[in-house]
Each structure stands twice: as C-alpha cells, then as structure tokens.
C-alpha cells in the first residue's frame, strides 16, 4: 500500500478539491483526506502508478508538490536536519562573508560547493580563509540582524518531539550557529564545524576534522544507534550535494528546494512547502502540529 499526498505554499495555498479528486480518480485510489484545507491532502494506492514522475512535473507547474511513499513505517522517530538554507533561510558562511566585504566571493563557492561542483572540505577552508581577522562579536551581530528561520521549522522539530520524535541539527556550518539555531527550534543536539578564534578574532580556520557528507551518514548511524532504533526510523531533510548519503539513508530522504544535482538523486522533493511538508507527508495533520 501507498500514500499519495500533495500539499502546496501555505503562505499561499493553492490545493483544490478538484485537483486531489481528478488525480485520486485516475489513479483509483482510497477516499481523500484533507490534512489541511487548501495545503495538504493524501490518499492511498494499492501500487505506485507508472506516470507518477509525469504527473510530478505538470503538478510543480501548478505549484504543487507531490510524494508518493509506502504506507507502512512512514511516521517517524527522530528528524535528521541540515541548517544552512534547510532550517534557515541563509548559508550561514555567506552571511559572516557579506561582513566582511568578500560576500559575492564567498557565495559564488559556497554555490558551487552545495551543487557538488566542488570539493566540500577544500571549499570550506577557502571560504573561511578569508573570514581572517574578524571580530568573534560578528557571530552574533550575524544571528541577531541576518539569520532567518525556515517557514515552518519550529512545527515540525516540536511535533515530532511531542510525539516521541528525537531531533538532531547537523551542519556543514558552523556550531556558533547551530548551537543558537538548535536551541531556538527545540533540537535535542546539534553538530557542526568549530571556527577557530584566537585573541577574539576568527583565525581563518576551521578545527579539525571537517565535518562534510561522510560525517553526516556517520551523525545519522550514531544517533540511531544511541538511541536504539535504525536507519528506517529517521526522516531527513537538506538542501545540497552534502546532504545527499544522509538523505539516500535514512527511511525517508527530503530534498526541501533543494540544489538541482541533489534533486536529480533524490525520490522526494518539496519545492513548494515549507517545512510542515515533512509532518504531511508522516501522516500529521495541520490540527496536530505543536507550535
């Protein structure tokens, strides 16, 4: 058996009821349910239809998304999320950067990096180079005048927790940030990359080791291991090219408007919702979601 559920912007919904009929119709599926009027509403399959991918793309025309999954095991234990551009709205690196007077510089990397165009550990260390020399306090003026949370992400962390769900932010940026941003959201913990300070300015470079992808498979097996469930457990979320091994792992892998090359390798991609899509597509309704 499978799930169908199709959920839109909900800053601006756009779902109608015709849509998930015509759609349930011709796929004879179950009877619809709406999880939230105008955003969100699944249906069951008895097997996934052969179309799917072509209907995926006529409905991202009409911005609307589409996940088609197993129903069995698809409410989740813990939530496995990347920060930059997932949790927030911005990469954390470009930020400190735009500064420092080097933003267009660092982005243009940070970019190529993301859509796995770069070596990611190479990338970073040129990045941070030349963040050299500047004050500690800029952290803090970056959090406070530059950081903005993802629509939808203290929903989804403290749902999932309300019901059990362990949460866990992992970064290729910086812990300066995740430590700030996991405590806002309601993450149990956080990993991420030191940058190194001496005297009250950034050095210039990062602590050893680096973590990139392989550290973020290795965070998803730890964790799931600490906590004595599996892989099949964990629904994971990023953006970019190093977020792809934790999202091909986990039970469920979410490319949340993800860089193109990750969307190529990934089975679901939200373009169009928030954050909350990974609560519709466990199952939750809108009535159900702790805020």
């Not at 796929?27 to 009027?37: F, H, I, M, P, Y």
């Not at 990338?123 to 963040?131: F, H, Q, T, Y």
């Not at 597509?281 to 805020?291: L, M, N």
């Amino acid at each position: 058996m499978f799930i169908v559920t199709l959920l839109t912007n909900p800053a601006a919904p756009s779902l109608d009821a015709a849509t998930v009929e015509n759609l349930r119709n011709a796929w004879g599926g179950g009877e619809a349910q709406w999880l939230a009027t105008g955003e969100a509403a699944e249906f069951s399959l008895a097997h996934r239809p052969d179309n799917a991918e072509d209907v995926w793309t006529s409905l991202q025309a009409e911005k609307i998304d589409l996940v088609i999954q197993p129903a069995e095991g698809r409410k989740k234990q813990m939530l496995l999320a990347d920060m930059d551009s997932t949790m927030i709205q911005q990469e954390c690196i470009d930020e400190l950067a735009a500064e420092a007077g080097v933003g267009e510089r660092v982005a243009d990397i940070t970019a190529k990096a993301m859509n796995g165009e770069l070596d990611f550990e190479g990338a970073i260390d040129e990045r941070v180079g030349l963040l050299q020399d500047l004050p500690e306090g800029i952290i803090d003026h970056v959090l406070k005048t530059r950081i903005e949370y993802m629509p939808g992400g203290r929903a989804l962390v403290q749902t999932m927790k309300a019901n059990g769900g362990y949460g866990a932010l992992v970064s290729g940026g910086f812990t300066a940030f995740t430590a700030k941003v996991a405590s806002e959201l309601g993450f149990d913990e956080n990993r991420a990359n030191t940058l190194e300070i001496a005297d009250g300015t950034l050095t210039g470079k990062v602590i050893r080791p680096i973590l990139g992808r392989e550290a973020k498979l290795e965070t998803l097996d730890d964790i799931t291991a600490r906590l004595g469930i599996t892989r099949e457990d964990v629904v994971a979320v990023g953006d970019g090219m190093n977020d792809l091994l934790m999202l091909e792992n986990a039970g469920t892998g979410v490319a949340l408007h993800g860089k193109p090359a990750l969307q190529e390798k990934c089975d679901i991609c939200i373009n169009h919702g928030d954050l909350t899509a990974l609560l519709y597509i466990q199952g939750y309704a809108k009535s159900e979601f702790v805020t």
